[in-house]
């Protein structure tokens, strides 16, 4: 078990929030996997920009990786979205069946941003925020219900906006001291009680809102810094016990998140403990499973696996109905999660798989000792992020 059976996970765990669960139960929310996401983002971000890259001599490198990494799975999944909603027209379903619904809502420029938002994915979060009315697109501060989402091509995509915001700034955070990093946190942190104070404590505010989620990518990176100290001071077998120990301690809190309801803990805190298990948890995890062939390939399939999701569920919905119980929940599921992973197995096959070997060719042309161990000695041998 490592960082990447952990991203395959949390993927899994929005199949099955989106789709009903196995016997009405989830591994975790949608909320949390999402958020983890960002935390392991944040990781694997300070990882490679102190292995990999130099960030000042590569920034354009990097960037152009990560564009390589994100647009074309996405563009693909774009693709198979619009497919789909074609399909599920007839049904009421689907993005283009709520586009027709409010066509005399959207002017020329608000269509054009459409289009934009579409092709680059930046800016596609800001949908949750905003409802069409007769005046076109507003700004609403309700909850996702009635929102402007559901004429996202891929609804998944909102989060990949702010992974990709965090990319362009991850170069300039990964080089701040530690010292500065940290007072980056408090501030994203001070600004998520602020939320809270004045009632922005429901979704999207509780963790769609970038200035606020800052904390969990930074968070990432300062575990990773944590990590690194600890190998440089210890060497690398003091981190074979962070493993047991976050285990038994992912376990604890997972039963808390089971028992939540009745003891009606707070929310919050349930996240909290989520985030201090990720934050000692993820340099563990990624040194017991370094090198390993099968969790890098396991990793692979939670990014199409992500975006491929949503279409599949349409289709599901379309030909066999919404589920009503809890077992038709299951199996809804279970359908879906055979048929992603098939879908994204060949997606790896025929897409990833060729980018992924230029993408290493361009890292090893720019940096010939990029896979030597750095000064932290946590060598960077699984696929470039």
């Known amino acids: 078990m490592g960082l990447g059976f952990l991203r395959l ?5 929005v199949i099955c929030a989106h789709g009903g669960g196995i016997l009405g139960y989830d591994f975790t929310t949608a909320r949390a996997a999402v958020q983890g996401f960002f935390m392991l983002s944040g990781f694997l971000m300070q990882l490679v920009l102190t292995e990999k890259y130099d960030p000042r001599s590569e920034l354009m490198l990097f960037y152009s990786n990560r564009a390589l990494r994100i647009y074309p799975i996405y563009f693909l999944a774009m693709f198979v979205a619009i497919v789909v909603a074609v399909f599920v027209y007839p049904y009421s ?9 409010v066509l005399s809502g959207i002017n020329p420029l608000e269509w054009i941003r459409f289009v934009l938002t579409s092709l680059f994915i930046f800016g596609e979060d800001a949908y949750v925020y905003e409802r069409v009315s007769a005046a076109g697109l507003q700004f609403t501060a309700g909850g996702v219900g009635n929102a402007a989402e559901t004429y996202i091509i891929d609804p998944p995509a909102w989060s990949i ?24 946190l408090i501030f994203s942190f001070a600004l998520r009680v602020g939320g809270w104070s004045i009632g922005l404590d429901y979704d999207p505010w509780t963790y769609r809102f970038f200035p606020f989620e800052i904390l969990l990518f930074g968070a990432g990176m300062l575990s990773y810094r944590c990590g690194a100290s600890i ?16 285990l038994a301690g992912g376990v604890a809190l997972h039963l ?8 009606h803990l707070p929310e919050e805190v349930i996240y909290l403990g989520f985030y201090c298990f990720l934050f000692v948890a993820l340099p563990g995890l990624f040194y017991r499973a370094k090198g390993s062939k099968l969790d890098s390939r396991l990793g692979s399939f939670s990014y199409p696996v992500y975006l491929l999701h949503w279409p599949v569920l349409l289709i599901y919905n379309a030909c066999f109905g919404a589920a009503q119980n809890i077992y038709g929940g299951t199996v809804r599921t279970i359908i879906c999660c055979l048929v992603v992973f098939l879908l994204s197995y060949a997606v790896i096959v025929l897409v990833e798989r060729p980018i992924e070997k230029m993408r290493h060719r361009r890292v090893r042309h720019s940096s010939p000792d990029s896979t030597a161990i750095g000064a932290t000695g946590m060598v960077v041998s699984s696929p470039v992020p």
């Open 256 to 263: 808390a998140v089971l028992a939540a309801d009745r003891v």
């Open 161 to 184: 906006s702010l992974e990709l915001t965090f990319y362009l700034l991850a170069p300039f955070l990964a080089r701040l001291t530690t010292r500065w990093l940290v007072l980056v």
């Open 9 to 13: 996970l949390f993927a899994a765990s």
């Open 231 to 246: 190998v440089a001071a210890l060497g690398p077998r003091f981190l074979r016990w962070i493993f047991p120990i976050s």
């Open 93 to 101: 379903m689907g993005f283009l069946y709520n586009l027709h619904e």
